[in-house]
């Protein structure tokens, strides 16, 4: 397990460097942390996540930096507090055990949704195809505990969508590993910024559901290379 933790520490320390390329993130805020299972205890409650440290800049970011948490969100091995975020990253994996990867970000227009609290419409192929309908709304809740870990398990228990928009807060996204979770935080993102833009220029024609369903078929067990 020392070999594997110590891979997924390269890994969430490479794919924090996309949430700046990608203008997800400003200063230090932002957090991606990955899944570590433990092959000897399979229900899954052995196992530990990967994330990055409090309040450390991205530039400062190394494999070495990155800190290690067991599912209750209790410092494993590191040297520096892990992010502030980890109680819900935690959350998260506890109760959702097939989530290996867990995003946060506050990129700008996915936040004025959640400012507004508001889903983002399913007006578009690419939404149906990455999130399945609409992104949906989480509850507000306080940093500092699993409060926010339970609105999004909450949400998304109820959605297809990988990515929930909590209140005043900004966006959250699953995936079966970092990689995918980092991908749906960039596609939000992306959905988030052409419906507002729509929304400028008149009211977006929404996609029956018949179609979204087929369109979110097709991509998640068709599309791509297997």
């Known amino acids: 397990m020392r070999e594997e933790i110590a891979r997924v520490r390269r890994v969430v320390s490479d794919l924090h460097a996309e949430l700046p390329r990608y203008e997800l993130v400003v200063w230090t805020a932002g957090n991606v942390s990955q899944r570590v299972p433990n092959p000897d205890v399979p229900d899954g409650s052995a196992d530990l996540f990967v994330i990055k440290p409090s309040g450390v800049s991205y530039d400062e970011l190394t494999p070495e930096s990155m800190v290690v948490c067991d599912l209750d969100g209790a410092l494993v091995d590191g040297t520096r507090g892990p992010s502030s975020d980890t109680a819900a990253h935690a959350y998260v994996y506890r109760h959702l055990p097939e989530v290996g990867g867990v995003v946060h970000t506050h990129s700008t227009y996915a936040t004025a949704w959640a400012a507004r609290g508001e889903e983002i419409p399913c007006v578009l192929t690419m939404m149906a195809d990455e999130f399945g309908g609409p992104v949906p709304v989480g509850p507000f ?38 990689r995918a979770a980092v991908k749906a935080a960039v596609m939000c993102e992306e959905v988030a910024r052409t419906v507002h833009i729509s ?8 996609i029956e559901q018949r179609h979204i369903d087929s369109l979110y078929d097709r991509y998640q067990n068709v599309y791509g290379q297997k």
């Open 199 to 206: 929304r400028q220029l008149g009211e977006p024609l929404p």
């Open 141 to 178: 809740a306080i940093i500092g505990d699993d409060s926010i870990g339970r609105g999004i398990v909450e949400t998304l228990r109820e959605s297809r969508s990988p990515a929930v928009l909590m209140r005043n807060h900004g966006p959250f996204t699953i995936g079966r590993d970092a």
